[in-house]
């Protein structure tokens, strides 16, 4: 890809030997599929904050909402010493233009969710954040984070990264080339999105039209934000069969005067067969592209739904 979208990622994942015990937990998921697209920008809090490779294991103990980071044979608490290190680290992420990061599963400084947290009888409960993890969230709420676990679920994984394409091209959006306006930046992206919103929340989409058309109302940063902020709030929403299959007909209804009968049939039997479970979204989604091209209807070819993402990443391929 001629862009460069920069992904944050543990370090131990890229296969850099930075564990407790020497080792990786290299994902080819991650390496080898994702890195095709991605440019990561790797951290390890333990090694980086001053730790030692090998070094004693460590775990989270106390308050889940608030846990110690505590070693495990020696009882050493490095709680500040890795606050503090977070601290400093965020600042210095936050001018990486990371549009998204995937954290260590399970692991008590870069765990991203259900990490375990053990209570004074070492019994663990597994409602815990790393404590690098969670400093990173507090500080960069809106960007799309997951962790390498949890991308082995196939509709977590679009969705993370549908969403880190989408900031990608809103960052992009802001920026924008020095000729054209912020609003008018803001409508062309609206419009693009409008549909893929759409398939998350038609609400949503509604809300952020609603922006797009007050635009001129607001200032330039508390536009941004306001927007923002809704566009990764509609995008964290589920976009389930229903939905989807709600905008795979109001794209059919733009050919309603092209069609044959028989081709209209075809078209509405897949949707339902997706909308039951029975195909995947990439098949309806396919042939309402090859219409789009085929009667260049010039308002879907510019919509990111149809391609939100590359196809060689096969997000959409699972029933």
Not at 34 to 47: S, T
Not at 270 to 275: A, E, F, S
Request: charge should be positive; aromatic fraction near 8%; charged fraction near 25%.
């Amino acid at each position: 890809m001629s862009e460069s979208i920069r992904v944050g990622v543990s370090a131990c994942l890229l296969g850099q030997p930075v564990r407790y015990d020497g080792g990786h937990k290299r994902d080819a998921y991650v390496v080898e599929t994702l890195g095709r697209f991605f440019e990561f920008v790797p951290v390890c809090p333990e090694v980086e904050c001053g730790l030692s490779v090998p070094r004693e294991p460590m775990r989270l103990v106390g308050d889940p909402a608030a846990p110690r980071l505590v070693t495990i044979k020696t009882g050493l608490d490095l709680t500040d010493k890795m606050r503090a290190f977070a601290a400093r680290r965020v600042e210095e992420l936050a001018r990486e233009d990371l549009c998204g990061y995937i954290f260590k599963s399970k692991s008590p400084s870069s765990g991203y969710t259900r990490v375990k947290v053990y209570n004074d009888q070492g019994v663990p409960v597994p409602k815990g954040v790393g404590l690098f993890a969670r400093a990173f969230m507090d500080r960069f709420p809106l960007i799309p984070a997951e962790d390498e676990g949890r991308l082995h679920d196939e509709k977590l994984r679009e969705n993370f990264i549908e969403r880190i394409f989408t900031l990608n091209r809103w960052r992009k959006a802001l920026a924008g080339d020095g000729t054209t306006s912020l609003p008018a930046r803001l409508v062309d992206f609206t419009t693009r999105h409008k549909l893929l919103l759409m398939s998350h929340s038609p609400e949503m989409a509604r809300h952020l039209g609603r922006l797009t058309a007050e635009a001129k109302k607001w200032s330039a940063d508390a536009l941004r934000v306001s927007y923002e902020t809704a566009l990764m709030r509609a995008l964290s929403l589920a976009a389930t069969p229903a939905k989807h299959a709600n905008v795979l007909e109001h794209i059919a209804g733009y050919f309603k005067k092209l069609l044959s009968a028989d081709e209209k049939a075809e078209l509405g039997e897949l949707i339902t067969q997706y909308r039951t479970g029975l195909l995947p979204l990439v098949v309806p989604v396919t042939l309402l592209a090859h219409y789009t091209r085929k009667y260049d209807v010039a308002y879907l070819k510019d919509q990111y739904y149809l391609h939100p993402h590359p196809v060689e990443l096969k997000l959409r391929n699972h029933a």
